[in-house]
C-alpha cells in the first residue's frame, strides 16, 4: 500500500517547478491532489500527467493573493475529495533586487502571496485538518536568508523569514490538534533556476560548487519525495522544523 493511500493534498503553485515536483511525489504515493496555481493550462498538464501513472488530481485555478480564491480551492477540494489531511504552501511571487531597486508594491506582493496566503491557507485547512484527526502542512522558505552577502537577497529573504515565524507559531498552537507543520528551504531545478543558471553560467558554477553534494536537487526526486517524508507516517513526531534540502549548503541552526 502506497504511503499516502487516502490522503488528500493541496499543493499550490504546482502548474510548474518545486510544485510540481512536490504534487508528483504525492500522487505517486497515493494522495488525491489538487493543483493551485493561476496558469489554468499548466495546472491541467500536470493533472494529465498524475493521470497517466493512475494518480488522481484536479485543478484549481487561483490568485493566492486573493483570499476568495483560497477560500473557493479549500471548499472545492472538500467538495471532490471529502476533506484535507495534507497542505504545500509553494505559490509565492518573489521581489529579487537590491533594496534601494525593490518597488514598495513588489514587497507588498512578496507578503500577500508569501506568508499572507500562507496563513490565509493554513486557517481556512484547520478545521478539515480537525475534522480528520490532524493533518501535515509543509511551508516553503529560502536558504538566501542564510547568505553571509544579502546584497539582492534582501525583500525576498525577509519574506520567507516570516513565514518560518508562522510556521514555529502553527506547530506549536496546533499541534495538540495533531496538525505538524514544517518548512523546507530548497534548491530545485526550477525553470526560474534554470533561466538563472543559463543567463550567468560562471556566477551559478560559482554557486553550485558552494553545494557540498555538487548539484541543484531534482523538483520531484529530491525535493518532492522529501515532502512525501515530512507528510507522511515516518515523520510523526517532526514539527515547527525548517529543513534545508539544499545538499548541505545552508545552515538553519
Sequence with gaps: MRI???????????????????ALALAREGASIILVGRTRSKLDEVACEIAGFGGTARA?????KNPA????????????????????????????????DVRDDAFVDGFTSGPLATLRFMKACHPHFVARGGGAIVNLATAAAQRWDM??????????????????????????????VNTIAPHALSPGME??????PEEAAAFIATIPLGRVGDCEIDIGRAVVFLVGP????LTGATIPIDGGQANFG
Design 4 to 22: 499516502l493511500q487516502n490522503k488528500v493534498a493541496i499543493v499550490t503553485g504546482a502548474g510548474q517547478g518545486v510544485g510540481r515536483g512536490i
Design 60 to 64: 484549481a485555478q487561483a490568485d493566492v
Design 69 to 100: 480564491d483560497i477560500e473557493a480551492a479549500v471548499a472545492l477540494t472538500v467538495e471532490m475529495f471529502g476533506g484535507i489531511d495534507i497542505l504545500i504552501n509553494n505559490a509565492q511571487e518573489v521581489a529579487l533586487g537590491r533594496l534601494l
Design 151 to 180: 546584497a539582492g537577497y534582501g525583500c525576498y529573504a525577509a519574506v520567507k523569514q516570516a513565514i518560518r515565524s508562522l510556521t514555529r507559531a502553527a506547530a506549536s498552537e496546533w499541534g495538540r490538534d495533531n496538525i505538524r
Design 195 to 200: 533561466m538563472w543558471i543559463k543567463s550567468v
Design 234 to 237: 515516518d515523520a510523526r513526531y
